[in-house]
């Protein structure tokens, strides 16, 4: 089966699956439909490996969209944490559903924005032309908005809102990259070449450096919006703490990502344009190194579960920034470092809104004895956490490491100890919280709620070993393909 004919087949069944939804009458088989549809989404992405592992990169439907390994990796990414989180949803909205607090019209109308939030993510790593990239990211922020909405709470719309205006203040300054990069780049000639990455990556040497920088800037201040680096980051604690708890492991998981994929693609066009790497790097060693510090403040005075998760995701946009920032061995760190986040994040996402419903709070200077209490998820969370604050022998630990490495054997000293101070200081910070919410006593009564599903811990077991594994052991054929993701950030686009 050609490219082609593959993504025209997941994008198609997924325009059935929203079709499923409006006219499905039953809410609990509604929110079976993303379970179908993301296992087909999967099926695709699996599928889309095998052909570029057998032919390489490809150009499709013209060269609008490109298929290599950064997007690939991506695409996997986001198809796994969209299985992980339909099948978390089917026990997330069970009782709810049971017990009448979820209407029909809710549960229709999430599973609609879910599937059409999927399929505008994919569009957005799929795409060649940075014009279409754009228009999908955009689209991305009004649909996604609607899935912060709950049905009777007030700070979700005002948390609605704040996403929507401040990721579209930033949008309009990726618009303005985008369109100072086809300014760049108007040398390359024809009105189709100048949107393509793959036309961009060949022709450094027709791009204007001095606008491409000031692009570059736009870029990096308009897509870090939406990605969570700081000081742009001010909607992202109120959106995670509002949304329904697997929206909140989407954006932290894969929606950050995608957007900070953008920057990715154009990095190496930037770099070839200027004949050196040290603008683009400082740009990103700045935010990230601001993103750590507002991490580092932030952090230990979050009592609401989901806003404390919420700024670690702001510390690991930032570590990633920094990862990137570093270059050689720290771009590699960096791609393993977004997906070990993403696994360990959307398993401390899912562990917290389960706690949050059995106590019937997120606060955690009420909740005590988690681990205890509530073992499966509370016990999740304790772990989940600890290796997101980079505990050994967690995966986030082991690509923080290969970051140091590289920093240190470069002569990068004072990263090293700014890199080395703020995350320690995130870690003192934030483990008295979690540590008297885990296993602080209480003389209150046993939390409310039903008993935990098999298929809820096998997702637990399933989610800590990939949270735990890339520490001690990366399999020879990930660590290639990853650093082949890697060369094509440095390199650009190689068809």
């Known amino acids: 089966m050609s490219l082609e004919a593959i993504i025209t087949a997941v994008f198609i069944l997924q325009g059935v699956a929203v079709v499923l939804c409006k006219i499905l009458r039953d809410s609990r088989r509604v929110i079976a439909v993303p379970v179908v549809s993301s296992l087909i989404t999967s099926a695709g992405a699996v ?157 450094p040497d027709l791009i204007d450096p001095k606008i491409m920088l000031f692009a570059f800037i736009l870029i990096v ?9 700081a000081p742009m980051h001010t909607w992202l604690p109120d959106a995670h703490s509002q949304a329904p708890t697997l929206v909140s492991a989407v954006f932290s998981s894969v929606m950050l990502n995608v957007a900070l994929f953008c920057i990715l693609r154009y990095m190496p066009v930037t770099v070839a344009a200027l004949g050196n790497t040290h603008h683009v790097h400082s740009i990103l060693m700045l935010f990230g190194f601001l993103s750590l510090l507002f991490a580092a403040v932030f952090i230990p005075i979050q009592l609401d579960m989901k806003r404390f998760l919420a700024y670690c995701s702001v510390e690991h946009i930032g570590i990633i920034a920094i990862g990137l920032a570093t270059g050689g061995l720290g771009t590699f760190a960096a791609l393993l ?125 399933v989610l800590l070993l990939l949270a735990i594994t890339p520490g001690l052991w990366l399999p020879d054929t990930v660590s290639g393909f990853l650093r082949k993701a890697a060369a094509v950030v440095e390199q650009g686009v190689r068809l």
């Not at 005002?158 to 929507?164: G, I, P, R, S, T």
């Not at 201040?221 to 680096?229: D, E, H, I, N, S």
């Open 47 to 203: 599928a889309l490996l095998r052909h570029l592992l057998a032919e390489g990169p490809s150009l499709i439907f013209g060269g609008t969209l490109l298929i290599d390994e950064l997007s690939l990796l991506h695409i996997l990414l986001v198809s796994f944490v969209f299985l992980c989180s339909s099948v978390y949803a089917t026990g997330y909205f069970r009782e709810p559903i049971a017990s009448g607090v979820l209407s029909r019209s809710y549960v229709q109308r999430y599973a609609i924005l879910w599937l059409t939030f999927q399929l505008l993510l994919l569009l957005v790593l799929l795409s060649n032309n940075i014009g279409l990239m754009w228009v999908a990211i955009e689209a991305t922020t009004l649909v996604s908005a609607f899935l912060i909405l709950s049905d009777s709470d007030d700070l979700s719309v005002e948390a609605m809102w704040k996403y929507l205006l401040i990721c579209s203040v930033g949008i309009v300054f990726a618009f303005m990259g985008t369109i100072l990069t086809v300014t760049a780049a108007r040398k390359i000639g024809g009105i189709d070449s100048v949107y393509l990455l793959s036309r961009l990556a060949q022709h």
């Open 221 to 229: 201040v308009g897509f870090g919006t939406k990605a969570g680096l």
């Open 337 to 461: 470092h977004s997906v070990n986040h993403s696994v360990a994040k959307m398993l401390s996402f899912f562990s917290a809104g389960h706690i949050g419903d059995r106590y019937g709070t997120r606060d955690m200077s009420v909740i005590r004895g988690a681990v205890e209490r509530v073992p499966v998820w509370g016990g999740a969370f304790f772990v989940a956490v600890l290796i997101l604050l980079g505990i050994a022998p967690g995966a986030v630990f082991f690509s923080e490491l290969l970051i140091l490495k590289e920093a240190f054997f470069t002569g990068k000293i004072v990263v090293v100890v700014l890199f080395m101070f703020l995350t320690l200081a995130i870690f003192i910070g934030a483990l008295r919280n979690v540590m008297h919410a885990s296993f602080g006593s209480t003389a209150a009564p046993p939390p409310r709620g039903n008993a935990v599903r098999p298929l809820e811990v096998i997702l637990v077991v």
